[in-house]
């Protein structure tokens, strides 16, 4: 609740949207902190809905798989997440979500907050 409600209580879904976005990025900052970086971060791009995968009734996926990616940086994998499904030909209703509820913005404030770094290399182990 205290994610959700950016620290100020009340109603769990009544927060206004960037301090949501800001709350969740400290709450990894404060996971982060606590082991000492020492975390390797997952990303399992398939299935992508425009739902949260907390919702108990999502929208079915509508987008192919992308694939998996990993970095000890967890603001340059999710960072390269966004960028894959951005040049995704399929990806315009995941967009459409991220950029109507300022989705980038846990992203830019991780990276204020020194979570990570945005910039990367993405290197493929398929070839």
Known sequence: MNIHT???GGSMWGAAQDPFLESMAEAGKSVVDA?????????VMNRLSVDCDCDSNPAEPDMHDIGILASFDPVAVDQACIDLVYSAEDGQSLIDRIESRNGLHTLEHAESIG???RTYRLESIDD
């Open 115 to 117: 979570l990570g770094s």
């Open 35 to 43: 082991l000492d970086g020492n975390i390797l971060y997952i990303n």
């Open 6 to 8: 950016a620290g100020q």
